[in-house]
């Protein structure tokens, strides 16, 4: 292993490929910031630039491309509530009220340094564990993926504050239920499309995701358009006491751990991390300090910002390993490779022990230039919230339309966002928590697919819920998360009584 | 005396529709949302028919409907429970003034979908940011100008020049 760490040094620390290292991760945040363009959409910008280099130092460019997209779509949540992508929708929950709160300049100096560690963690495991978790990664199948995602949508639990439950999991419901929109995948049926072919591919995440978050932001803006004073951002406004830094890091350590773990199963990737991170860091926190996930809690934001780099790095492993890209953006990059001439796989280290290991030391490479080029950046992007709300509104609602009509190139995408802005609108107004529902959307469409697979396997038999162990446990787990707060209520009603 | 007793009657009674002397509507929020929820859990129930199930996926344990009845029946059953307790807190009332501007707001974004590929990305742009800005109460004409012109030409030349991403020119324009 100190070989191949030594030969992706050599691969890496050249001037050109660090060189390239900085642009992409300089070119990732840029395209990430922009809403409706995530991580996918700037590797695939980036392909044609590729070719011009040999495919070690093409590849660590797409590295430094990839966390610098993630980087950039978290910077978009938290300065005007928008996730360009699904991994970093648990990131808005607090940075976007931090942000608010005037404290925009800490809640970037707490993403990057989230995102550093969680991204450095993740890199050092896959150089540790890289063969034996990938055998573990093998063994996961429909019916764990299907419990995966239960457990995944239990972190409902960490949205729902007091007295909320039913509405959190109202929201949940409706999530799933916007999920089966568009063409079945299992049985190639049409549900919910009433005849447009519009709706034949289903309801966009971006699109949604926009019009929840976003979009229904600068409406609630709109109501109220006189300016409140703007925090001013100073050069000690990002950095973080002793006492935060104490408190995060647990959290932070916790959640790069998870988020490898659940980076490294195919399909489940910096989403479910996400969600997963913050739900457990809620249902870990204080009682006073659970109060204000949601409300801008510092470790609300560390936690999944964390996990999502880390999965970053996890879902790495099974493309390097198997061949398996675990989620669409190391699909694209799966594309490259093969591109490349190369097969990722089994044999890829043996093969191509310089493109395999300098990809993994580039990833190192590429947190430690992405924080280096960000932290000064910050007090210049937290700026951005000094814009007037008269022209913040508009413009939040023009970069949103914008950005969902570069996806699909159909206006009727913007008619939907639209209709979804209204809808989330009066929502909120009626206090509606949209997270859950976000969290259902994401997770209802892989949830069926998942169990309709397992069902087919089982010979439409619900057998395997307790017939395979891993299942098993992580229904037992779902189970559990699920009665945690209800069982802690009841001993607390003891202990008063 | 007699009317101040009505009001309070109805206030208690919620969801009770109380008219203040500003005409402010007060309802139990919780009760808003479960009519909203059963309202839409009706249409995607109804939609539900609208399914053409294969020949023979009547028989399988989880065929394309069965999920969608499942979470129907559920978000009916959470609506009505939410429906039966209630909240106790009270809908925030919105003035008239701002709900205007709402709908305003949301009918330049349907306008700026219908003619951003007849009038192409720089003019639907252009005139969207200016009269959102105009509808936020901005009536500089500097700002009015420099801020459309500015945002959509940065957008033109990050997308379009740099990362060489379609944006629509025009049909009226070009022909």
């Known amino acids: 292993m100190l070989d191949g760490i030594l030969t992706g040094l050599t691969a890496v620390l050249t001037p050109g490929n660090l060189l390239l290292v900085v642009g992409g991760c300089f070119a990732g945040t840029i395209i990430g910031m922009l809403p409706g363009l995530g991580p996918i959409t700037a590797i695939a910008l980036m392909i044609p630039l590729s070719y011009a280099f040999e495919p070690t130092s093409g590849m660590i460019m797409m590295a430094g491309v990839y966390y610098g997209a993630v980087f950039g779509g978290s910077t978009s949540s938290i300065l005007i509530n928008a996730p360009g992508v699904a991994g970093t929708v648990a990131t808005a929950f607090d940075g976007y009220p931090l942000a608010r709160q005037g404290q925009a300049a800490k809640a970037l100096a707490i993403a990057a340094y989230a995102s550093f560690t969680g991204g450095t963690v993740g890199a050092l495991l896959l150089l540790l564990a890289a063969s034996s978790l990938a055998a573990l990664a093998f063994t996961f199948q429909s019916a764990e993926y299907f419990a995966l995602m239960l457990l995944g949508l239990t972190s409902v639990a960490a949205f729902a504050g007091r007295g909320q439950v039913l509405t959190a999991i109202a929201s949940t419901v409706v999530g799933v239920m916007l999920s089966t929109v568009g063409t079945d995948r299992a049985s190639g049926v049409e549900r919910f499309t009433f005849g447009r072919l519009d709706l034949v591919d289903g309801i966009g995440f971006v699109l949604l995701a926009m019009a929840t978050f976003a979009l229904a932001e600068a409406l609630v803006l709109l109501l109220s358009p006189r300016d409140e004073a703007p925090a001013r951002v100073t050069r000690a406004a990002w950095r973080l006491s002793k006492a935060e830094l104490i408190e995060l890091a647990p959290v932070v350590g916790r959640s790069s751990v998870l988020g490898f773990l659940v980076g490294v199963l195919p399909g489940a990737g910096a989403t479910i991390a996400s969600f997963l991170s913050y739900g457990l860091e809620r249902n870990l926190a204080p009682a006073q300090e659970r109060q204000r996930f949601g409300h801008g809690s510092l470790r609300g934001l560390a936690a999944p910002e964390a996990a999502n780099n880390a999965a970053c790095s996890g879902s790495f492993l099974p493309l390097l390993t198997l061949g398996i890209p675990g989620s669409g953006t190391t699909a694209v990059l799966l594309g490259v490779l093969l591109a490349y001439g190369i097969q990722p796989g089994p044999r890829l280290l043996e093969t191509e022990p310089e493109v395999f290991w300098g990809l993994i030391v580039s990833m190192y490479v590429g947190n430690i230039v992405l924080l280096v080029l960000n932290l000064p950046l910050i007090p210049y992007l937290a700026k951005l919230l000094d814009l007037p709300r008269t022209a913040l509104v508009p413009l939040v609602l023009f970069l949103g339309m914008t950005g969902v009509y570069l996806i699909s190139f159909n206006v009727f995408d913007i008619y939907l966002m639209t209709f979804f802005a209204l809808a989330a609108f009066t929502l909120r107004w009626l206090q509606f928590p949209m997270a859950p529902m976000l969290l259902g959307f994401i997770l209802g469409g892989m949830l069926e697919e998942n169990l309709r697979r397992a069902l087919l396997v089982a010979g439409d038999s619900y057998t395997f819920l307790w017939d395979r162990p891993v299942t098993l446990a992580l229904l037992i787990i779902t189970a559990a998360i699920l009665a945690f707060p209800s069982v802690r209520e009841l001993i607390g009603r003891l202990r008063h009584s | ?175």
Not at chain 2, 46 to 63: G, H, K
Not at chain 2, 113 to 135: D, P, Q, R
Not at chain 2, 141 to 168: E, F, K
């Open chain 2, 1 to 175: 005396m007699k009317a101040n007793l009505l009001r309070r009657s109805v206030r208690r009674n919620s969801p009770g529709w109380r008219i203040s002397g500003q005409e402010q509507i007060e309802v139990d929020r919780n009760r808003v949302l479960a009519i909203l929820l059963i309202g839409f859990a009706a249409a995607y129930g109804f939609a539900i028919d609208d399914i053409v199930l294969d020949l023979w996926a009547e028989e399988e344990a989880l065929n394309s409907r069965t999920l969608p009845m499942i979470l129907c029946g559920g978000l009916i059953v959470l609506a009505l429970t939410l429906l039966v307790k209630g909240s106790g807190e009270r809908v925030q009332p919105i003035a008239w003034r701002s709900l205007a501007r709402l709908g305003a707001m949301l009918a330049f974004m349907v306008l700026f979908a219908l003619v951003l590929e007849l009038a192409g990305f720089w003019i639907a742009g252009a005139a969207f940011l200016a009269s959102g800005l105009l509808l936020m109460g901005e009536r500089r004409a500097s700002r009015l100008v420099g801020v459309p012109t500015i945002t959509i030409g940065i957008a033109w030349l990050l997308l379009r020049v740099v990362l060489d991403v379609y944006l629509p020119a025009g049909e009226l324009w070009m022909g």
